[in-house]
């Protein structure tokens, strides 16, 4: 499983923007998807999950800002954020995970969001 994040960048407080992770190498819809992000100096964070059926959880911090959603046909998750503060700064990973007679996670290389006052 390969997994490519991408989207991040600089935005003002109050702001927008949208991560991607496209998704590759086995059967998208088996995986669960989702975000973590790692602020500097702090333990990472698990931010939301979608499942293979569309269930969707939220760390409360997010809740009601960020919106998790997939995309079969093109075999990405995406992470919408708006309403950003400062405290959302961080470097966000996406990751995939299936459960066989063990867990099996991937990670992609993050992408880093910094949100200014």
């Known amino acids: 499983v390969q997994l490519q994040a991408s989207g991040g960048g600089l935005v003002q407080a109050g702001g927008s923007l949208r991560l991607s992770c496209t998704f590759s190498g086995s059967t998208f819809r088996s995986y669960d998807m989702g975000w973590y992000r790692q602020a500097p100096g702090k333990q990472r964070e698990l931010v939301a999950t979608?499942?293979?059926?569309?269930?969707?959880n939220y760390t409360d911090a997010v809740k009601g800002r960020f919106a998790i959603s997939r995309d079969s046909a093109e075999n990405t998750v995406y992470l919408q954020m708006n309403s950003l503060k400062p405290e959302d700064t961080a470097v966000y990973y996406c990751f995939a995970s299936v459960t066989l007679s063990v867990v099996y996670a991937y990670w992609g290389q993050g992408t880093l969001v910094t949100v200014s006052s």
């Open positions: 979608i499942n293979g059926s569309g269930a969707t």
